[in-house]
């Protein structure tokens, strides 16, 4: 089986998710790249890629760096196509962090096919289903944010992530009024995207050990390895991090090589695909940390995400970005997620869900292809 087409359409749409505060006078548009990735069989391996600051360089990058690596190639060298790409953005392009991810999710995509099983299972089959938990954007006030988590615990999601926007003591109060709201027994996250001291990190940190939050997470960027060893070694709640870590699973090794991490976190857009998500989440598996997928912000990565977190063991929770239509574009259906909080993945071959072709088409603003 040869790699014998490689289709890119940009799809554009207004609408961002940044919060004002994030993002300044920058123009960050969502706007997604479709790729698709054909062999002389027929099968076709399909992803998306996230291009939030430019779609253009993203579509650019796919088209003029990557493509002409995979036409004429085996789908079935994952590993040395994954390994070839790694080396060309460290000698040469330095890639958005979303690029190569999805080009690996389409080589898996392909081969699940091929075998004519459901992607998780060709992978290695570990469950069918897991919990989710609703992780909503950023919001003005504490009752935003009150409102949202008794929405969705009235769905049945049992579990609720919130990204407090800032500064502390407003995320202080987020996180008590959000305990008061939903009762003792329902499970809580958060997330500030944070640029904290360490001394504001504690102390943050111990009210969410009094709250029984289950994790705290990014309360720093990810490169301050230093803040996170200490924090780590000052509370008890789980610290989550490494979400934005670059180089993959080398990456990632040094902050559990320094002790600061207590959960690791990783996803086929920003770590490399599934290769790069399998290795984080194998090398943490071997430390005895949990690897917690975090969302792609597309759902139909985010399906991909799933296939994941049900081929390995050390994954608790589904990120259930929300509210969903934000980020259900360009996947047909909605997330299958049941009144008891639990999604279940997809049994058809491959990723095993589909996207809407006459949107892509219909909002497509520019189209390339390379064939042999």
Not at 100 to 125: E, F, R, S, T
Not at 184 to 191: A, I, P, R, S, Y
Not at 213 to 241: G, T, V
Request: proline share 5%.
């Amino acid at each position: 089986m040869i790699i014998t087409k490689f289709e890119t359409w940009l799809v554009k749409r207004e609408k961002s998710f940044f919060d004002q505060k994030r993002q300044g006078k920058s123009g960050m548009p969502w706007d997604v790249v479709v790729l698709k990735i054909t062999t002389d069989t027929g099968i076709e391996g399909i992803a998306t890629a996230l291009a939030a600051r430019s779609g253009t360089i993203t579509e650019a990058y796919l088209q003029e760096n990557i493509a002409p690596v995979l036409i004429g190639r085996d789908p079935y060298d994952r590993e040395a196509i994954w390994h070839e790409l790694w080396n060309i953005d460290r000698h040469l392009a330095f890639f958005p962090v979303y690029i190569c991810g999805p080009v690996d999710v389409a080589l898996w995509d392909i081969a699940a096919k091929a075998a004519n099983l459901p992607l998780y299972k060709y992978m290695g089959a570990y469950r069918t289903k897991l919990p989710v938990y609703a992780s909503g954007l950023f919001h003005e006030t504490v009752e935003d944010y009150v409102q949202e988590a008794l929405y969705y615990q009235s769905k049945g999601i049992k579990a609720y992530k919130a990204h407090p926007p800032g500064p502390v003591q407003k995320d202080m109060e987020i996180h008590e009024a959000l305990r008061g709201a939903v009762g003792d027994h329902f499970t809580l996250l958060t997330d500030p995207v944070a640029e904290y001291s360490l001394d504001e990190a504690i102390r943050v940190g111990r009210q969410l050990e009094r709250l029984n939050y289950l994790w705290f997470e990014e309360p720093f960027r990810d490169f301050e390895l230093y803040k996170y060893r200490e924090l780590c070694r000052s509370l008890d709640i789980p610290i989550a991090a490494t979400e934005t870590t670059r180089g993959c699973h080398w990456g990632v090794a040094q902050a559990i090589a320094m002790n600061a991490a207590d959960i690791v976190r990783a996803d086929v857009s920003w770590k490399n695909g599934i290769t790069g998500t399998m290795k984080i989440a194998h090398l943490a598996e071997s430390f005895g940390l949990r690897c917690e997928i975090h969302t792609t912000t597309m759902n139909y990565m985010d399906i991909v995400n799933l296939h994941v977190s049900c081929a390995i063991r050390n994954c608790e929770y589904y990120e259930y970005f929300v509210p969903e239509d934000n980020f259900k574009f360009l996947m047909k259906e909605d997330l299958p997620i049941d009144e008891e909080g639990f999604i279940h993945v997809p049994t058809a071959p491959g990723i095993g869900v589909e996207l809407d072709w006459e949107l892509i088409r219909s909002q497509c603003s520019s189209y390339k292809v390379i064939a042999k």
